[in-house]
T-cell receptor, first 111, second 113 residues
Framework: SQTIHQWPATLVQPVGSPLSLECTVE??????LYWYRQAAGRGLQLLFY??????ISSEVPQNLSASRPQDRQFILSSKKLLLSDSGFYLC??????????FGPGTRLTVT | SQKIEQNSEALNIQEGKTATLTCNYT??????LQWYRQDPGRGPVFLLL?????KEKRKERLKVTFDTTLKQSLFHITASQPADSATYLC????????????FGTGTKLQVIP
């Protein structure tokens, strides 16, 4: 069966510091991968999605970037965090039948 | 842009009753509508998918309808239980491509014992 991992689970970072969140998927090949952000009491905002290694589509222009160095690895990065980057970050993979399966999430607080 | 809206932010119902959640979309009908459950501090969990040409889909105590005339999907939980308390998200796809899913803001359901 498929499993999706995210780490860290929680993170507190000062403004201006860099960020690296990692997501890995097991049990499937060539998955569509997604990064979402969920602000407190808000819906899911799609940040990036990838249909293959090195193929990244950005949905929201901001100081975040994503990379997919391996088939089942998806990384979310920032060079300098802003206060507005605080939120709950979720990685997901998309099945061929269109449903999405989410990781446990990373709670990021920028101070 | 294509929007998807869940009009009720919160819904409280008595245990044993049927909970009905509403999801409305704008512009063209999506090929698929999905429903997810999200518990606090957790990622959403996929529940049901309904296709544009399907009127209704069922899974155990869950039922989803898709009305392309009203541009609406209804999500029903029959014989609701306190364990059903969670936020329920609807989602549409495709939205610019089959790779993309657009989520609503969710309805927080509270089932009162």
């Amino acid at each position: 069966s498929q499993t999706i991992h995210q780490w860290p689970a929680t993170l507190v970072q000062p403004v201006g510091s860099p960020l690296s969140l990692e997501c890995t998927v097991e049990g499937t090949s060539n998955p569509n991968l997604y990064w979402y952000r969920q602000a407190a009491g808000r819906g899911l905002q799609l940040l990036f999605y990838s249909v293959g290694i090195g193929q990244i589509s950005s949905e929201v222009p901001q100081n975040l970037s994503a990379s997919r160095p391996q088939d089942r690895q998806f990384i979310l990065s920032s060079k300098k965090l802003l206060l507005s980057d605080s939120g709950f970050y979720l990685c997901a993979w998309g099945a061929q039948s269109y449903e999405q399966y989410f990781g446990p999430g990373t709670r990021l607080t920028v101070t | 842009s294509q929007k998807i809206e869940q009009n009720s932010e919160a819904l409280n119902i008595q245990e044993g009753k049927t909970a009905t959640l509403t999801c409305n979309y704008t512009n063209y009908s999506p090929a698929y509508l999905q429903w997810y459950r999200q518990d606090p501090g957790r990622g959403p969990v996929f529940l049901l998918l309904i296709r544009e040409n399907e009127k209704e889909k069922r899974k155990e105590r869950l039922k989803v309808t898709f009305d392309t005339t009203l541009k609406q999907s209804l999500f029903h939980i029959t014989a609701s239980q306190p364990a059903d308390s969670a936020t329920y998200l609807c989602a549409r796809l495709p939205d610019g491509g089959y790779q993309k899913v657009t989520f609503g803001t969710g309805t927080k359901l509270q089932v009162i014992p």
